[in-house]
């Protein structure tokens, strides 16, 4: 149990346009989703944090502007890139936070999409 | 700030031997951590977790140990298989926090 779905898997986009990434949990209900950056040979970085039906909290240097997070259910979250550029071309990786009877919250991850922007 | 160090960014073994993977951690409020296992160009897999309150968590070929007046932990996987080549990522966590996560050790099991 517990599976991320993240579409598209791999997107190649010009400069100057948007992407949409959807994040789904499949099996269970996420209050909370994360959103992650990963550039080659480095840690997973997170970018903000999207509760449903809130506003998603960013963390320090990331464009809220630029990364549109909408957490429309408790399935759902989509990260928007606006106006990309090749920068932007990266890992982007989400994962669903789940709460299990024992108490515990374990986060679950999506395959991660692969941006590039030429 | 890095919370969480992978200090040894690559570890080589052989097949059927033990792999010892190590992960340290400077915030004292972590108490739930985490290992995943990452291929490339794929998202992590969560492999075993371990809270606070526990010193080791065991599922199956997969052992963490966790030394909390070290602010240390380990996974041992034993043994190992040519599969378990792949980056694994420690992470810590305190409730209601997202994932802090080390910079991952890549594994190559050797035949």
């Known amino acids: 149990g517990a599976v991320v779905s993240q579409h598209p898997s791999r997107v190649i986009c010009k400069s100057g346009t948007s992407v949409k990434i959807e994040c789904r949990s499949l099996d269970f209900q996420a209050t909370t989703m994360f959103w992650y950056r990963q550039f080659p040979k480095q840690s997973l970085m997170l970018m903000a944090t999207?509760?449903?039906?809130?506003?998603?909290?960013?963390e320090q240097g990331v464009e809220k502007d630029k990364f549109l997070i909408n957490h429309a259910s408790l399935t759902l979250s989509t990260l928007t890139v606006t106006s990309a550029h090749p920068e932007d071309s990266s890992f982007y990786i989400c994962?669903?936070?789940?709460?299990?009877?024992?108490?515990?919250?374990?986060?679950?991850f999506g395959p991660g999409t692969r941006l590039l922007v030429l | 700030d890095q919370q969480v160090k992978q200090n040894s960014p690559s570890l080589s073994v052989q097949e059927g031997r033990i792999s010892i993977l190590n992960c340290d951690y400077t915030n004292s409020m972590f108490d739930y951590f985490l290992w995943y296992k990452k291929y490339p160009a794929e998202g992590p897999t969560f492999l075993i977790s371990i809270s606070s309150i526990k010193d080791k968590n065991e599922d199956g070929r997969f052992t963490v140990f966790l030394n909390k007046s070290a602010k240390h932990l380990s996974l041992h996987i034993v043994p190992s298989q040519p599969g378990d080549s792949a980056v694994y990522f420690c992470a810590a966590t305190y409730t209601g926090y997202a994932l802090n996560f080390g910079k991952g050790t890549s594994l190559l099991v050797t035949p």
């Open positions: 994962s669903a936070s789940a709460s299990w009877s024992s108490g515990k919250e374990t986060q679950y």
């Open positions: 999207s509760n449903e039906g809130s506003k998603a909290t960013y």
